[in-house]
Protein backbone atom coordinates (compact mmCIF):
# COMPACT_ATOMS: atom_id res chain seq x y z
CA UNK A 1 0.00 0.00 0.00
CA UNK A 2 2.54 2.49 0.84
CA UNK A 3 4.52 1.78 -2.34
CA UNK A 4 1.16 2.51 -3.87
CA UNK A 5 1.12 5.96 -2.27
CA UNK A 6 4.59 7.30 -3.17
CA UNK A 7 4.28 7.33 -6.51
CA UNK A 8 0.42 8.74 -6.84
CA UNK A 9 2.22 11.68 -4.28
CA UNK A 10 5.08 11.90 -6.63
CA UNK A 11 2.63 12.47 -9.66
CA UNK A 12 0.29 14.94 -7.40
CA UNK A 13 3.32 17.05 -6.93
CA UNK A 14 4.60 16.86 -10.53
CA UNK A 15 1.09 17.70 -11.07
CA UNK A 16 0.63 20.49 -8.78
CA UNK A 17 4.16 22.01 -10.29
CA UNK A 18 2.55 21.56 -14.36
CA UNK A 19 -0.12 23.52 -13.11
CA UNK A 20 1.74 26.02 -11.62
CA UNK A 21 3.79 25.98 -14.24
CA UNK A 22 0.77 26.69 -16.19
CA UNK A 23 -0.95 29.51 -14.20
CA UNK A 24 2.55 31.16 -14.22
CA UNK A 25 3.22 31.41 -17.96
CA UNK A 26 -0.41 32.09 -18.99
CA UNK A 27 -1.10 35.38 -17.94
CA UNK A 28 1.55 36.75 -20.12
CA UNK A 29 0.94 33.97 -23.12
CA UNK A 30 -2.63 34.91 -23.03
CA UNK A 31 -2.17 38.21 -23.75
CA UNK A 32 0.81 38.17 -26.22
CA UNK A 33 -0.17 35.17 -28.44
CA UNK A 34 -4.05 36.21 -28.85
CA UNK A 35 -2.66 39.72 -29.85
CA UNK A 36 -0.17 38.24 -32.51
CA UNK A 37 -2.58 35.26 -33.74
CA UNK A 38 -5.45 38.32 -34.47
CA UNK A 39 -2.25 40.49 -36.34
CA UNK A 40 -1.31 37.42 -38.05
CA UNK A 41 -4.55 36.54 -39.58
CA UNK A 42 -5.73 40.30 -40.44
CA UNK A 43 -1.97 40.03 -42.25
CA UNK A 44 -2.81 37.44 -43.63
CA UNK A 45 -6.56 37.79 -44.84
CA UNK A 46 -7.29 39.09 -48.45
CA UNK A 47 -10.24 40.68 -48.77
CA UNK A 48 -12.99 39.78 -51.29
CA UNK A 49 -15.40 42.36 -50.78
CA UNK A 50 -15.36 45.88 -51.75
CA UNK A 51 -16.00 46.89 -47.75
CA UNK A 52 -13.19 44.44 -47.02
CA UNK A 53 -10.73 46.34 -49.33
CA UNK A 54 -11.88 49.68 -47.86
CA UNK A 55 -11.59 48.83 -44.43
CA UNK A 56 -8.01 47.12 -45.15
CA UNK A 57 -6.82 50.11 -46.59
CA UNK A 58 -7.50 52.35 -43.85
CA UNK A 59 -10.44 54.17 -45.67
CA UNK A 60 -13.27 53.01 -43.21
CA UNK A 61 -12.29 53.90 -39.77
CA UNK A 62 -15.87 53.09 -38.19
CA UNK A 63 -18.37 50.54 -37.98
CA UNK A 64 -20.98 52.92 -38.00
CA UNK A 65 -20.02 53.67 -41.73
CA UNK A 66 -20.81 51.05 -42.24
CA UNK A 67 -23.94 49.64 -40.42
CA UNK A 68 -25.43 53.33 -41.13
CA UNK A 69 -25.74 52.94 -44.77
CA UNK A 70 -27.65 49.28 -44.83
CA UNK A 71 -24.69 47.88 -45.91
CA UNK A 72 -23.99 44.12 -45.55
CA UNK A 73 -21.10 42.55 -43.54
CA UNK A 74 -19.56 39.37 -45.92
CA UNK A 75 -16.39 39.17 -43.87
CA UNK A 76 -16.08 38.51 -40.25
CA UNK A 77 -12.62 40.23 -40.39
CA UNK A 78 -14.29 43.79 -40.91
CA UNK A 79 -15.45 43.25 -37.79
CA UNK A 80 -12.41 42.14 -36.07
CA UNK A 81 -10.80 45.09 -36.84
CA UNK A 82 -13.19 47.70 -36.37
CA UNK A 83 -14.89 46.13 -33.22
CA UNK A 84 -11.25 44.72 -31.34
CA UNK A 85 -12.97 44.23 -27.85
CA UNK A 86 -16.07 41.99 -28.98
CA UNK A 87 -17.35 39.11 -26.53
CA UNK A 88 -19.02 35.90 -26.88
CA UNK A 89 -20.99 33.50 -25.11
CA UNK A 90 -23.67 30.77 -26.01
CA UNK A 91 -27.08 30.14 -25.32
CA UNK A 92 -28.09 26.63 -23.72
CA UNK A 93 -30.25 25.57 -26.91
CA UNK A 94 -29.64 21.59 -26.71
CA UNK A 95 -29.66 19.22 -23.84
CA UNK A 96 -27.44 16.15 -22.92
CA UNK A 97 -28.86 12.79 -22.90
CA UNK A 98 -30.55 11.68 -19.76
CA UNK A 99 -32.91 8.91 -18.43
CA UNK A 100 -36.33 9.07 -18.12
CA UNK A 101 -36.67 12.56 -20.42
CA UNK A 102 -34.67 14.06 -17.81
CA UNK A 103 -31.18 15.79 -19.62
CA UNK A 104 -29.63 18.31 -18.47
CA UNK A 105 -29.24 21.75 -20.47
CA UNK A 106 -26.09 22.45 -22.81
CA UNK A 107 -24.60 24.57 -25.38
CA UNK A 108 -24.72 21.59 -28.08
CA UNK A 109 -28.02 20.92 -29.83
CA UNK A 110 -27.82 17.03 -31.37
CA UNK A 111 -29.49 15.70 -34.19
CA UNK A 112 -29.45 12.54 -35.90
CA UNK A 113 -30.14 11.41 -39.30
CA UNK A 114 -30.93 7.39 -39.73
CA UNK A 115 -29.42 6.05 -42.73
CA UNK A 116 -28.07 2.71 -43.61
CA UNK A 117 -24.73 2.66 -42.51
CA UNK A 118 -26.32 3.86 -39.34
CA UNK A 119 -26.82 7.37 -37.12
CA UNK A 120 -25.68 10.50 -38.62
CA UNK A 121 -25.59 12.99 -35.82
CA UNK A 122 -24.87 16.40 -36.45
CA UNK A 123 -24.11 19.35 -33.95
CA UNK A 124 -25.50 22.32 -33.57
CA UNK A 125 -24.71 26.02 -31.28
CA UNK A 126 -25.97 29.11 -30.77
CA UNK A 127 -23.65 32.36 -29.61
CA UNK A 128 -23.83 35.99 -28.83
CA UNK A 129 -22.02 38.50 -30.05
CA UNK A 130 -21.07 41.69 -28.02
CA UNK A 131 -18.99 44.89 -26.54
CA UNK A 132 -22.01 45.79 -23.58
CA UNK A 133 -22.03 49.06 -25.48
CA UNK A 134 -24.99 48.92 -27.61
CA UNK A 135 -23.47 46.34 -30.52
CA UNK A 136 -24.85 43.01 -30.92
CA UNK A 137 -24.98 39.84 -32.87
CA UNK A 138 -26.10 36.10 -33.03
CA UNK A 139 -25.15 33.43 -35.41
CA UNK A 140 -26.69 29.55 -35.72
CA UNK A 141 -23.96 26.77 -36.91
CA UNK A 142 -24.16 23.60 -37.69
CA UNK A 143 -21.29 20.68 -38.19
CA UNK A 144 -20.58 17.23 -37.53
CA UNK A 145 -18.26 17.77 -35.43
CA UNK A 146 -18.68 19.86 -32.25
CA UNK A 147 -15.79 22.98 -32.17
CA UNK A 148 -16.56 23.62 -35.98
CA UNK A 149 -19.92 24.19 -35.44
CA UNK A 150 -19.38 26.94 -32.52
CA UNK A 151 -16.47 28.45 -34.89
CA UNK A 152 -19.42 28.73 -37.43
CA UNK A 153 -21.67 30.00 -35.18
CA UNK A 154 -19.48 32.96 -33.92
CA UNK A 155 -18.34 33.94 -37.15
CA UNK A 156 -21.97 34.34 -38.18
CA UNK A 157 -23.13 36.13 -35.22
CA UNK A 158 -20.07 38.69 -36.61
CA UNK A 159 -21.52 38.97 -40.03
CA UNK A 160 -25.42 39.39 -38.24
CA UNK A 161 -24.15 42.51 -36.16
CA UNK A 162 -26.46 45.25 -35.65
CA UNK A 163 -26.33 48.87 -33.17
CA UNK A 164 -29.41 48.91 -30.88
CA UNK A 165 -30.49 52.32 -29.52
CA UNK A 166 -30.43 52.65 -25.86
CA UNK A 167 -32.22 55.37 -23.36
CA UNK A 168 -34.43 55.30 -21.03
CA UNK A 169 -38.08 55.34 -21.34
CA UNK A 170 -39.63 54.67 -17.55
CA UNK A 171 -42.13 57.29 -16.54
CA UNK A 172 -40.92 56.41 -13.02
CA UNK A 173 -37.40 57.40 -13.93
CA UNK A 174 -37.28 60.17 -16.20
CA UNK A 175 -33.52 60.71 -16.54
CA UNK A 176 -31.57 61.50 -19.37
CA UNK A 177 -29.14 58.30 -19.14
CA UNK A 178 -28.97 54.98 -21.30
CA UNK A 179 -29.25 52.31 -18.77
CA UNK A 180 -32.65 50.74 -20.41
CA UNK A 181 -34.98 51.11 -23.94
CA UNK A 182 -36.22 53.97 -25.17
CA UNK A 183 -39.80 52.95 -25.06
CA UNK A 184 -41.37 49.49 -25.55
CA UNK A 185 -41.15 47.06 -28.54
CA UNK A 186 -42.42 43.63 -29.12
CA UNK A 187 -41.54 40.71 -31.40
CA UNK A 188 -42.15 37.25 -32.71
CA UNK A 189 -40.60 33.93 -33.81
CA UNK A 190 -42.26 30.75 -33.78
CA UNK A 191 -45.23 31.02 -31.37
CA UNK A 192 -42.76 32.55 -28.83
CA UNK A 193 -43.66 36.43 -28.67
CA UNK A 194 -41.75 38.67 -26.45
CA UNK A 195 -42.54 42.35 -25.40
CA UNK A 196 -39.47 44.72 -24.03
CA UNK A 197 -40.42 47.22 -21.59
CA UNK A 198 -38.48 50.53 -19.77
CA UNK A 199 -37.56 50.28 -16.58
CA UNK A 200 -36.30 52.74 -13.61
CA UNK A 201 -32.99 52.76 -12.82
CA UNK A 202 -31.82 49.79 -10.29
CA UNK A 203 -34.12 47.49 -11.76
CA UNK A 204 -32.23 44.90 -13.38
CA UNK A 205 -33.15 42.39 -16.20
CA UNK A 206 -36.43 41.13 -15.29
CA UNK A 207 -36.23 38.53 -18.02
CA UNK A 208 -35.81 34.91 -18.84
CA UNK A 209 -32.36 33.95 -18.38
CA UNK A 210 -30.85 32.79 -21.47
CA UNK A 211 -32.37 36.51 -22.76
CA UNK A 212 -31.05 38.30 -19.97
CA UNK A 213 -27.47 37.31 -21.70
CA UNK A 214 -28.21 38.55 -24.32
CA UNK A 215 -29.27 42.25 -22.90
CA UNK A 216 -25.97 41.91 -20.92
CA UNK A 217 -24.01 41.97 -23.86
CA UNK A 218 -26.43 44.41 -25.99
CA UNK A 219 -25.66 46.88 -22.62
CA UNK A 220 -29.32 47.35 -21.21
CA UNK A 221 -29.10 47.06 -17.24
CA UNK A 222 -32.81 47.49 -16.50
CA UNK A 223 -35.84 46.36 -18.10
CA UNK A 224 -38.99 44.80 -17.61
CA UNK A 225 -40.44 42.10 -20.02
CA UNK A 226 -43.40 39.72 -20.87
CA UNK A 227 -43.58 36.63 -22.72
CA UNK A 228 -46.19 33.99 -24.61
CA UNK A 229 -46.11 31.11 -26.63
CA UNK A 230 -43.37 27.94 -25.98
CA UNK A 231 -40.57 29.75 -24.58
CA UNK A 232 -38.70 26.79 -23.77
CA UNK A 233 -37.93 26.34 -27.44
CA UNK A 234 -34.80 28.69 -26.88
CA UNK A 235 -33.77 29.45 -30.37
CA UNK A 236 -37.05 30.98 -31.19
CA UNK A 237 -36.76 32.93 -27.49
CA UNK A 238 -33.37 34.52 -28.62
CA UNK A 239 -34.59 35.42 -32.20
CA UNK A 240 -37.25 36.84 -31.40
CA UNK A 241 -35.54 38.88 -28.45
CA UNK A 242 -33.30 39.74 -30.69
CA UNK A 243 -36.43 41.35 -33.68
CA UNK A 244 -37.24 43.19 -30.70
CA UNK A 245 -33.84 44.66 -29.86
CA UNK A 246 -33.37 45.48 -33.60
CA UNK A 247 -36.89 47.27 -33.93
CA UNK A 248 -35.52 49.95 -31.59
CA UNK A 249 -32.94 51.39 -33.90
CA UNK A 250 -35.64 50.92 -37.01
CA UNK A 251 -38.64 52.36 -35.08
CA UNK A 252 -39.28 55.65 -35.80
CA UNK A 253 -39.69 57.09 -32.51
CA UNK A 254 -42.39 59.68 -30.99
CA UNK A 255 -41.00 60.52 -28.00
CA UNK A 256 -38.28 62.75 -28.65
CA UNK A 257 -38.12 63.77 -25.37
CA UNK A 258 -36.91 60.90 -22.79
CA UNK A 259 -39.05 60.75 -19.45
CA UNK A 260 -42.25 60.85 -21.86
CA UNK A 261 -44.99 58.46 -21.07
CA UNK A 262 -44.34 56.24 -23.64
CA UNK A 263 -47.52 53.95 -25.25
CA UNK A 264 -48.42 50.59 -23.64
CA UNK A 265 -47.51 52.19 -20.26
CA UNK A 266 -50.14 53.85 -18.17
ZN1 LIG B 1 -33.57 56.34 -16.22
Known sequence: MEKKK??????????????ALVLESTPEASELPAGVVIKEEISNWTPKTRIGNLVKEGKINNIDEILGKGLRILESQIVDILLPNLETDFIMVGQSKGKFGGGKRSIWRQTQKKTAEGNKPKFS???IIGNKEGYIGFGYGKAKETVPAKEKAIRKGKLNLIKIRNGCGSWECS?????????????????????????PKGTGLCVEK????????????DVYSRTFGQTRTKFNLISACFDALKKLSTTKSQHK??????????
Do not use: D, M, W, Y
Open 257 to 266: VRGQIPEGIS
Open 210 to 221: ECAKLLNFAGIR
Open 175 to 199: CSGSHSIPFTVNAKCGSVEIELLPA
Open 125 to 127: ALA
Open 6 to 19: LPEQEESKLESTEV
